[in-house]
């Protein structure tokens, strides 16, 4: 009876050192890639990958700005996911944990003794344990540090909102975006607890009754429906850019028209 009780702690010590291991590798692998990315002169200087070059400066400030949103809500659904164990999707939730862990621990300055305790909360060990094949449900362990990575999300929640006002404020930028964000995610919270749904299945849902596509339309695989909702709001998002775009070209032209008018009514009057 020891020695399996000592064999079952060996065994955890060992998977928490092998998740601490992958989540290192990984992390220092973004850390090695990403510098060399951002510094390359080819990619600094490609017009490809400038938003400014699809997009006009008001437009690209406000994607800038749902950004951060997007960000807030995608660590929501994490944290229900960790809380609420549904199976619905479940596995793409925990590569998405563990992606986004990987960069908040990247983005992260980690030289104050809290932000060191913070970097260890976000190591996402019942999300890779799942993904190299084992079962954290049960275990107590599992579940304390489930917690503290709820509560890492938590934190980071409260980062990216100041981000959010910050970026809104310095650019003077107004905050209608966020009157439509609040009543996305309200809609998302109340379709998960009225229609008995996952959060996956309920953003989909909320997606498409926003954009007009059909309340009950659901995929059936989770990279399915996270598909769908990239498809729905990058086309909602192009949609409105195209619809401002227009607009601006509209009035521009008016305005070019206006002032051709102006510059020969100048030039008759000098030549009376």
């Not at 955890?12 to 973004?30: N, P, R």
């Not at 200087?45 to 700005?65: C, D, N, R, V």
């Not at 060191?116 to 019942?126: A, D, E, H, R």
């Not at 309920?202 to 009754?209: C, F, L, R």
Request: glycine share 6%.
């Amino acid at each position: 009876m020891v020695m399996s009780e000592s064999m079952i702690i060996l065994g955890l010590v060992v998977s928490l050192l092998a998740c601490s291991l992958i989540f290192a590798g990984m992390f220092f692998a973004v850390r090695f890639i990403f510098p060399r990315l951002k510094n390359n002169s080819k990619i600094k200087s490609s017009k490809f990958l400038k938003i400014e070059e699809y997009l006009p400066m008001e437009e690209a400030q406000t994607i800038k700005q749902v950004y951060y949103l997007i960000m807030i809500i995608i660590f929501v659904f994490i944290m229900l996911y960790s809380i609420f164990g549904w199976q619905s999707g479940r596995h793409i939730i925990i590569a998405i944990d563990v992606v986004f862990s990987v960069y908040l621990a990247y983005e992260m300055n980690k030289k104050s003794v809290q932000r060191k305790f913070l970097f260890f909360f976000l190591i996402p060990f019942s999300s890779i344990f799942t993904l190299i094949g084992g079962d954290p449900f049960g275990s107590m362990i599992f579940y304390v540090l489930d917690l503290l990575h709820c509560l890492s999300y938590v934190y980071m929640i409260k980062v990216y909102y100041q981000k959010f006002r910050d970026y809104t404020q310095t650019n003077g930028l107004g905050i209608t975006i966020m009157l439509l964000y609040l009543i996305v995610l309200f809609s998302f919270l109340f379709t998960i607890v009225v229609e008995d749904v996952s959060p996956l299945d309920s953003i989909v849902m909320v997606s498409n009754a926003f954009t007009s596509n059909g309340y009950a339309v659901l995929g059936s695989s989770g990279i399915g429906k996270i598909n769908a909702i990239l498809l729905v709001w990058a086309g909602f998002i192009l949609s409105g850019v195209g619809s401002a775009t227009l607009a601006v070209a509209i009035v521009r032209r008016s305005l070019f028209k206006r002032f051709d008018h102006i510059e020969d009514l100048i030039k008759k009057n000098k030549k009376n």
